[in-house]
Nanobody, 123 residues
Framework: QVQLVESGGGLVQAGGSLRLSCAASGRTFARYAMGWFRQAPGKEREFVALISWNGLSTYYGDSVKGRFTISRDNAKNTVYLQMNSLKPEDTAVYYC????????????????WGQGTQVTVSS
């Protein structure tokens, strides 16, 4: 397992941008696919994006396609989520996760989770 720490959340107006980072500790970071999920109050955790261990494959949730971009830097043990054209419905706690999921949208297929970072989008 790896330890994950998210950063970069905050308050932004609709239409704005934020870049989230997730720093991982441990030597095995490059072995794992990395995902981003989010959870709004009263809602289930929602898949946002995933990037393969080598960065060659990416997957996105339908609600963020074309607006969010996931990337990773294995030399820095860090994964990023660039969020553009933010909407109030993007407001949530964002979590990064590491694992080798067979079904990328299923949260319980990931082994390690960060503590989350709050993103609030005002209208």
């Amino acid at each position: 397992q790896v330890q994950l720490v998210e950063s970069g959340g905050g308050l932004v107006q609709a239409g704005g941008s934020l870049r989230l980072s997730c720093a991982a500790s441990g030597r095995t970071f490059a072995r794992y696919a990395m995902g981003w999920f989010r959870q709004a109050p009263g809602k289930e955790r929602e898949f946002v994006a995933l990037i393969s261990w080598n960065g060659l494959s990416t997957y996105y949730g339908d609600s963020v396609k074309g607006r969010f971009t996931i990337s990773r830097d294995n030399a820095k043990n860090t994964v990023y989520l660039q969020m553009n054209s933010l909407k109030p419905e993007d407001t949530a706690v964002y979590y990064c996760a590491a694992g080798t999921p067979k079904v990328v949208r299923k949260a319980d297929e990931y082994d390690s989770w960060g503590q989350g970072t709050q993103v609030t989008v005002s209208s």
